[in-house]
């Protein structure tokens, strides 16, 4: 298998390198993409079918070579679409990446035994797909947004659903977006849509708090954590938007009874 493999690598790479160099019509950017994306797959399925098919579980070189085949076809995938000005198809790439992944997950998982370390294996590398679109397909500036837009569809699908599965994904992808949040957005202050990305953040933990009180699940300790850092948020956020209106309101009050400085 490795030797095939390895002979595959270097057939793929030798045919993308005439399609780049002789693709004077246009039309070998598609072929190109379609070959990575055949070699891939074959290296992919190979261990997963044989295995299936003889009733085995999945070895060390079976993992290594899935392992291996994923690392070189993503970056010869990666490879092509820079080499044929496809950029803004990296994000596509990826998710096609992580949806074969988690499909393969879900395969495992449903039809061998004792392969749960195999399934996990492959979510993992699904989800990890899943997450690197967001900094493939977007510029910095969206960082937030999307990895926001990641996490609170997949913790709410699992606090609502009641699936662990892909819970501490939810709260790994929680954490770039906030990490982002704070780099980007607030400690290079980066005024691109600031006030809506700190609404968004604010929003989004504000969800994922309100599905764990439906669900009435609150006493693990890192969801009192949780509560705590989202209700001081919420009042850091209120400050804010105080902050924004400070001229307006002191032009409300400043001709009133109130005492201005008493209420800031």
């Known amino acids: 298998m490795f030797l095939g493999f390895t002979l595959n690598l270097f057939g793929t790479v030798y045919i993308v390198y005439h399609l780049?160099?002789?693709?004077?019509?246009?039309?070998?950017?598609?072929?190109?993409?379609v070959y990575v994306l055949f070699a891939f797959g074959i290296y992919t399925m190979i261990p997963v079918i044989s295995n299936y098919r003889r009733k085995l579980n999945f070895t060390i070189p079976d993992i290594v070579l899935l392992g291996v085949n994923t690392v070189?076809?993503?970056?010869?995938?990666?490879?092509?679409t820079y080499a044929f000005d496809l950029r803004d198809f990296n994000g596509l790439m990826t998710i096609v990446f992580a949806?074969?992944?988690?499909?393969?997950?879900?395969?495992?998982?449903?039809?061998?035994?004792?392969?749960?370390?195999?399934?996990?294996?492959?979510?993992?590398?699904g989800l990890t797909f899943f997450i690197l679109f967001v900094p493939l397909q977007f510029k910095k500036e969206w960082l937030t947004?999307?990895?926001?837009?990641?996490?609170?569809?997949?913790?709410?699908?699992c606090v609502l659903?009641?699936?662990?599965?892909?819970?501490?994904?939810?709260?790994?992808?929680?954490?770039?977006?906030?990490?982002?949040?704070?780099?980007?957005?607030v400690l290079l202050r980066l005024d691109f849509l600031f006030s809506y990305k700190y609404l968004a953040v604010t929003l989004g933990s504000a969800l994922i708090l309100a599905a764990r009180i439906h669900k009435e699940c609150l006493e693990e300790k890192l969801v009192r954590v949780?509560?705590?850092?989202?209700?001081?948020?919420s009042w850091f956020y209120m400050l804010y938007c105080i902050f924004l209106q400070e001229e307006r309101i002191?032009?409300?009050?400043?001709?009133g009874s109130f005492n201005i400085s008493y209420i800031i």
């Open 250 to 255: 002191y032009r409300l009050l400043e001709n």
């Open 161 to 185: 659903k009641e699936v662990k599965r892909f819970r501490n994904s939810g709260i790994l992808i929680s954490f770039l977006c906030l990490g982002s949040f704070l780099y980007f957005d």
């Open 72 to 80: 070189f076809s993503s970056l010869i995938m990666y490879g092509v």
């Open 226 to 233: 949780y509560q705590c850092a989202t209700l001081i948020n």
């Open 20 to 33: 780049f160099w002789n693709d004077a019509a246009g039309g070998n950017k598609t072929l190109a993409i």
């Open 145 to 157: 947004i999307g990895w926001l837009i990641q996490s609170v569809l997949l913790v709410l699908y």
């Open 99 to 125: 949806l074969v992944y988690l499909v393969l997950g879900r395969f495992v998982e449903r039809r061998f035994e004792q392969e749960n370390y195999m399934a996990a294996l492959f979510y993992l590398t």
